[in-house]
């Protein structure tokens, strides 16, 4: 074990943070509790070596990872393709990339058997949109609110929050949004000029909402109807996480492209992929357009064989499965909480091992995460809805693992109670909860008090084990 950092080791690499790579996002990190340093990366848990404590990983870097932290058989797995490998030519026939696509296609359900390589989620995005637009001939694409999909062109362009996008418009044209779980919204902006229909099957940082069957089985009508493809992106509920191996196994609907990433890299090896349904319109154009996608880091070689091996993994344990009882464990400890306190917990949902609990105020999603650290829980709110603490565990979390996580979870919805007056008078006040709902002012605010934690902390609370 390495031994606990000291406030000034700390100091030294926010500064170094601050200057090299990005001053706003430490702010941001510091603002809500969550500015810890990883190490001793094992399994569902990571050493902070400021506070000394061991942390349950209820992140997951936004459920990248399911086989958890340096599992043991896709590191041996990375050790060996590093031995023989290295990336490969990107454009070459290659039997690691191949065996990759085999496994895709057998896992993902229906005639979903195609696959083309992406370097990360919104590559994936991009390719599948692009594929979209370039089969059907037609422009439009149908979002949803709040939907998170990437960073990168056409993702950002689909990114259902104002927030990431207005900064850089115009994007895209020929992108529409609709509130999520509504069919009719979608009934009235479907049309002859519509290439898709792109949402997540769970909308994750919009706050964790599952899509309902009905509504997912009305896509996939619409769509037949309008002749438009349905894109799921499976990026953070893919390989398990929600209780199945893929989320859209639970309405059982099959969309026209699936894309990929995340877990798919094993925690420790970057991949993604656009798995696309066998049928004419998207194999035959991509025949005749071979190139119409192309990426140097999507798809290596040494990537395919960490992932096949990732997933191979997750089969072998049937992780769905854990997911799935551990995921239905946590949802109804919280559901009791909520019972329990339900000024302060205002909702459960969720499914399998994606489970959020949502506060009345923004402004308690940075508090909740401070609570939790405290306790030995590292969890990040929804990048959308910051009043949903959201919590990913990897998925090879077992029972006592979970019994832990629970009473950590507990402690904090009870430590972040005493908060709630404050909340409340907040409430009361025309415009306060607004503002404090502001990232901006909030980031300034918890800054300001945790200057203030920090003067006052003793030595020894900073390096409780
Ligand atoms: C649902 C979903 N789609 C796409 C992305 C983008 O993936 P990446 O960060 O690998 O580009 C993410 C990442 O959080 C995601 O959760």
């Known amino acids: 074990m390495n031994p606990p950092a000291s406030a000034a080791d700390k100091r030294r690499i926010e500064e170094l943070f601050g200057t090299h790579i990005n001053r706003g996002q430490l702010k941001y990190l510091k603002a809500g509790h969550l500015d810890v340093i990883e190490t001793e990366r094992l399994g569902v848990r990571f050493r902070d070596p400021f506070s000394g404590r061991r942390m349950y990983d209820c992140f997951s870097s936004a459920g990248s990872f399911n086989v958890s932290r340096h599992n043991p058989a896709v590191m041996q797995a990375l050790e060996e393709a590093v031995d023989s490998l290295d990336m490969g030519t990107f454009c070459l026939l290659s039997e690691h990339k191949i065996a990759l696509a ?73 992108f529409e949004f609709v509130p999520f779980n509504d069919l009719e919204a979608v009934r009235r902006s479907i049309s002859k000029e519509t290439a898709a229909v792109i949402l997540e099957p769970v909308q ?84 005749a357009h071979p190139a119409f996608h192309i990426t140097h880091n999507g798809g290596t070689d040494i990537a395919c064989r960490v992932s096949l091996k990732a997933i191979e993994y997750i089969e072998e344990h049937r992780l769905w499965e854990n997911a799935a009882r551990m995921g239905a464990k946590l949802k109804a400890a919280l559901e009791d909480l909520q019972r329990e306190q339900p000024k302060a917990v205002r909702d459960v949902r969720g499914l399998g091992l994606m489970v959020g609990i949502e506060y009345g105020d923004e402004f308690m999603g940075p508090l909740m995460s401070d609570a939790l650290a405290k306790r030995g829980v590292f969890a990040a709110y929804s990048g959308n809805a910051p009043q949903v603490m959201r919590f990913m565990p990897p998925i090879t979390v077992t029972e006592s693992e979970m019994d832990e996580i629970i009473a950590a979870i507990r402690g904090a919805v009870h430590d972040v109670r005493r908060l709630l007056p404050l909340a409340m008078l907040a409430a009361k006040i025309p415009g306060a909860s607004k503002l404090l709902n502001d990232e901006r002012v909030q980031t300034t605010v918890f800054n300001f008090l945790r200057l203030f934690e920090r003067s006052g902390a003793q030595p020894s609370e900073r390096h409780q084990p």
């Open 204 to 287: 994750g940082e919009a706050g964790i909402f599952p899509g309902n069957n009905a509504y997912l089985e009305g896509l996939r009508r619409l769509c037949d109807e309008h002749g438009a493809l349905l894109i799921f992106d499976e990026i953070q509920t893919g390989f398990g996480r929600t209780g199945k191996l893929f989320a859209c196994e639970h309405s059982g609907v099959i969309p026209d492209m699936m894309t990929v990433a995340k877990s798919i890299g094993g925690a420790l090896y970057p991949n993604a992929a656009v798995i696309y349904r066998t049928i004419p319109r998207l194999t035959d154009f991509v025949a």
């Open 102 to 174: 085999e496994k895709l296609a057998a896992i993902a359900p229906g005639d979903l058997e195609q696959v083309l390589f992406a370097s990360g989620g919104g590559e994936a995005i991009d390719c599948a949109l692009k594929l979209a637009r370039g089969a059907t001939g037609r422009p439009g694409i149908i979002a949803t609110v709040k939907a998170y999909h990437g960073h990168t062109g056409f993702a950002l362009s689909a990114n259902g929050k104002p927030h990431y996008r207005h900064y850089f418009e115009p994007l895209m044209p020929g």
